[in-house]
Each structure stands twice: as C-alpha cells, then as structure tokens.
C-alpha cells in the first residue's frame, strides 16, 4: 500500500511585482497554510519523503507545514522539476519515488494537482484550492505501478473556517 498527499501552495501575493517562480504567500495563505497544517497533523504517517516545488509560494507552505507537524525543515527535498502545472509531469515525477517510502508528500500547484487527484483519485474535485489538501491510497508495491487510488481525505481551508 501506498499513500500519496498532495498539498497545493497556499495563496500567494500580487501585491509587489515579481516573476511568478518568486512570488510570496499571502496573509491568507500564511493563515490557511497554519490553519491546514494543524488540523491534520493527526492524520499524517511518520515516515514519509517530503518533496516542494522550488517556487517560494511551495516552499513556504512545505515550511508552515512541517514547522506544525514538527518534521523538521531539512527533511523537505526541493525538486527543480515540481515546478510544474501538468499532471503528466507531476505523475511522472511521483513514478520515480523511492518503494521503501509508503507516503510521499508533495507541495505543488494546479493545475497539475487538480487533474492528478481526478485521474488517479476516486473522488472528483472541481478545484483543488490553495492550502488544499488530498490523500490517496494506491494498493500497490512500487510507485512507478500508481493507478487508480482510493481518495482517502479531503481538507479545504473553507471547512475549517
């Protein structure tokens, strides 16, 4: 069995002009990242491989989430290549991790997020929204097999509130 969480970045700011690979998080997204984090921190296995996207706004939001989980901040391997928005990259990616990891957490961002949990998720989700979080179970033995999974958990920063 497999277990893969996928963590769209928290909002990011358009307040101050800058690329998009650099841009900041939002009051908000720092509120809905510390607000996500907390509430399912229960919920996450203890040994798991943590990957970010190198974009600040991921980085960020892997960083508020740890710091709540209590991983610590240097478990987070930053991924060039997680810099992506098409869920055929993202699966491509995900097929290279490690087997003697049963849970990958990955921070990301959409659109590759949301088509990746509609095509290997049993669960549709129109919009996987910043801050968004979504476990799925794959029965399966190695990653590079990942197929249809079962959507185990769903948390939006919307129901929290």
Known sequence: ????????????SWDLPSTDKKRPLANRGVEDAHLVSSHIKT????????????AKRAKDTATI????MTYPLESIIFKEELYTF????LAKIIKTCNNSYDCVIVFGHNEAITDFVNKF???????????????????????ENIDKGHTKKIVFPRDLK
């Open 86 to 89: 098409d869920m055929h990259e």
């Open 65 to 68: 989430f740890m710091q709540n």
């Open 1 to 12: 069995m497999k277990n893969l969480i996928l963590i769209r970045h928290s909002k990011s």
């Open 43 to 54: 919920f996450l296995p203890k040994k798991s491989i943590i990957w970010s996207s190198t």
């Open 121 to 143: 998720g049993d669960t549709f989700i129109e919009n996987v929204c910043t801050s968004g979080f979504v476990s799925i179970d794959f029965d399966i033995d190695s990653w």
